[in-house]
């Protein structure tokens, strides 16, 4: 139950953000140009769109300046061209949300990063060798939990993949459905052994955030985050099926494994499958500013700020290469050797990506409206946007 005295907190936690803030949001996007020259990121687009992508944009932030790109349609079959206000779904990239709302409630001292997920949902994680008494909060964020990821499931992938998505599109399912399909599974490893990524862990990250205050995940996201920040294109739509006007046509293949796959349009899906663990709807523009409030320390006191950064390995987990993970946020180092900071995310029909430096002054925010392009095209726009020319 959410107490008055947090209620307060809260109010005053938005007032703060607002102001300190405020003077760093970049400007609305127009014609605006930044202090760079951004040809080669421009060309890197226009390449993405030439391999197959159906269309791209990108936003740039350095320092004062603000760049916005694109390449190609935001829909085939009507020729209409990418836009800077397109709304998107942000699939992973939803992380770096959620673990900021549980680091905030960390910095105001209504949950403990170690404490253990057993005293927030007691009995939730148990059986299959899951216990539940053995992982903390930090565990769920880093993913070194070891929780079997529910998307693995081989029944519950098999209803997102060809004509079962058809059927399964507008399919609700709780967290605590989504939670005991993983706990019908025996842990990866040991809590804390290494890093596996997991879905499931931001799931009961979300649920823990839910039991700690008394309300909806939705409504603490919007009250810490969206509306202190002004995220006017952002959102967590629950059941809700559609993309908010305007936006791209999601493109996807739906998982398949012919060399040759049938493209339909996956806009339309009640993403309650993924949650607070990929489900939150957004913009370039609310990225950028999300991130740079985020990386550049105006969101989380300095204690919580270095916990965010604290990072574990990634290497030999099948994950993005060159990467070490956070709370919620990862490092990727570039093959000119810069490393960079952000999240990226994928989802029926979209690939978001949101890099740069770890201040937060420097990023690089980008989508791509279909499925099938896969991490070589955001390895091409970091490399153009942040390497020297020479390296490219």
Known sequence: MRTPHRTMAVVALAAAVTTAFAAVLPAPLASAVGPRDHRRLQAALERAVAAGAPGIV????????????????????????????????????????????????????????????????????????NDGRRITIRQLLDHTSGIFAYTND???????????????????HSPQELVRIAMSHPPYFAPGQRFAYSNTDYVLAAMIVERATGCSFATELDRRI?????????????????????????????????PHPVVVDATEMNQSFAGAAGGVISTTRDLTRFFTALLGGHLLPRREQAQLMTTVSTDGAGWIPNT????????????????????????????????????????????????WSGLRVFDDLLTAEFCPAASS
């Open 226 to 258: 969206i509306r202190p920040l002004g995220l006017t294109g952002t959102s967590l739509p629950g059941d809700r099926a559609d993309v908010p006007d305007p936006h791209p046509v999601h493109y996807s293949t739906l998982f398949s494994s012919d």
């Open 324 to 371: 070490r993970y956070g709370l919620g946020v990862f490092s990727q180092t570039l093959s000119c050797g810069v490393t960079v900071w952000g999240h990226g995310g994928a989802t029926y029909g979209s690939w978001s990506y949101v890099m740069g430096s770890r201040d937060g002054r420097h990023l690089l925010t980008a989508q791509v409206n279909g499925d």
């Open 58 to 129: 990108a936003q740039v932030q350095d320092g004062g300046g603000h760049w916005f790109g694109s390449a190609g349609l935001s829909d085939t079959a009507t020729g209409r061209r990418r836009a800077p206000d397109e709304r998107f779904r942000i699939g992973s990239t939803t992380k770096a949300f959620t673990a900021t709302v549980v680091l905030q409630l960390a910095a105001e001292h209504i949950l403990g990063l170690d404490d253990t997920v057993e005293k927030w949902l007691p009995g939730v994680v148990q059986g299959h060798g």
């Open 154 to 172: 081989p029944a519950f992938f098999a209803q997102g993949v060809g004509a079962a998505w058809f059927q399964h599109r507008f399919d609700h």
